[in-house]
């Protein structure tokens, strides 16, 4: 069975930093694409940014700049780590992975056939 988990959301303060991890367990190797979301309270689930396998990412403007996405292979962890963190990001994240090569931009839901149940970030003011 796969399962992802992420973990690292908290609160911190306007401007602060925070690091989320997605590990990954029941793949036979490790997923081309994977990906983070995020969801705002009543919102749609926002693509952020993505990475294939051989370490290619893909950042919306809303992650440009200030996110970083990584990954270990050999561990299969997702990483996204968070900077000058602004109350706006305030949201639930997502990690998400799919075993097949798609390149559609933006982001889509439905490219991505596993999913994490997501950690909570809130940033104050």
């Known amino acids: 069975e796969v399962r992802l988990a992420e973990s690292g959301g908290g609160s911190v303060q306007s401007g602060g930093s925070l690091r989320l991890s997605c590990e990954l367990s029941g793949y036979t190797g490790s997923p081309y694409h994977m990906g983070w979301f995020r969801q705002h309270p009543g919102k749609e689930r926002e693509g952020l940014v993505d990475?294939?396998?051989?370490?290619?990412?893909r950042y919306t403007a809303s992650a440009s700049g200030r996110f970083t996405i990584s990954r270990d292979n050999a561990q299969n962890i997702l990483y996204l780590q968070m900077s000058s963190l602004k109350p706006e990001d305030t949201a639930m994240y997502y990690c998400?992975?799919?075993?097949?090569?798609?390149?559609?931009?933006?982001?889509?839901?439905?490219?991505?056939?596993?999913w994490g149940h997501g950690t909570q970030v809130t940033v104050s003011s």
């Open positions: 990475i294939d396998t051989f370490g290619r990412a």
């Open positions: 998400a992975a799919d075993e097949g090569d798609n390149s559609h931009w933006p982001l889509r839901v439905q490219d991505f056939g596993s």
